[in-house]
């Protein structure tokens, strides 16, 4: 099944790729490699969660948070190859939890990407990952990620906006 199948499969419509919100490329290419800015939870032009794990949110709320900057970041690949079945592979998501004092849920929240990648790139969405929790985050997003992907050779080669 293609990856855009497999979208429409868990009810997923992806959104336009969101643009940057201060002076940086949402994605660059290298290579073979697409490497996406942090992704925040952007639900339309609005953040679709703000605050703290550990404080404002629960964990299942960081989870869905994550599922939301994954949906991002998706869209962002597809701006930068033009069809998701040109990912060869997921190779790492770097993950930044805006957590308060003692939360240490970081693993479990940024779940909530890392299952929305395997789940849409099957075993092209395994990945290695890092998860960080840190005291503040732009616009208190609660959950930041960035995304490698390696692209396979001929893969159209376009520019960021």
Not at 142 to 157: H, I, K
Request: contains cysteine.
């Amino acid at each position: 099944m293609s990856v855009e199948n497999n979208l429409k499969a868990l009810g997923i419509t992806l959104p336009a790729a969101p643009a940057a919100v201060a002076a940086y490329a949402p994605w660059i290419r290298v290579g073979n490699l697409v490497i996406t800015s942090g992704q925040l939870p952007w639900d339309g032009d609005t953040l679709g969660f703000t605050g703290k794990l550990g404080d404002e949110l629960n964990e299942e709320q960081g989870y869905q948070a994550a599922r939301l900057c994954a949906i991002n970041a998706i869209a962002q690949l597809k701006a930068a190859v033009g069809k998701l079945d040109l990912i060869r592979q997921i190779v790492r998501l770097e993950g930044n939890v805006h957590s308060a004092p003692g939360f240490r849920g970081h693993p479990q929240v940024l779940n909530g990407a890392s299952d929305l990648f395997n789940q849409t790139f099957g075993d092209r969405g395994r990945h290695t990952r890092t998860a960080l929790g840190i005291n503040e985050m732009p616009l208190d997003a609660p959950v930041q990620l960035s995304v490698w992907a390696e692209v396979l050779t001929g893969a159209e080669d376009t520019q960021p906006p």
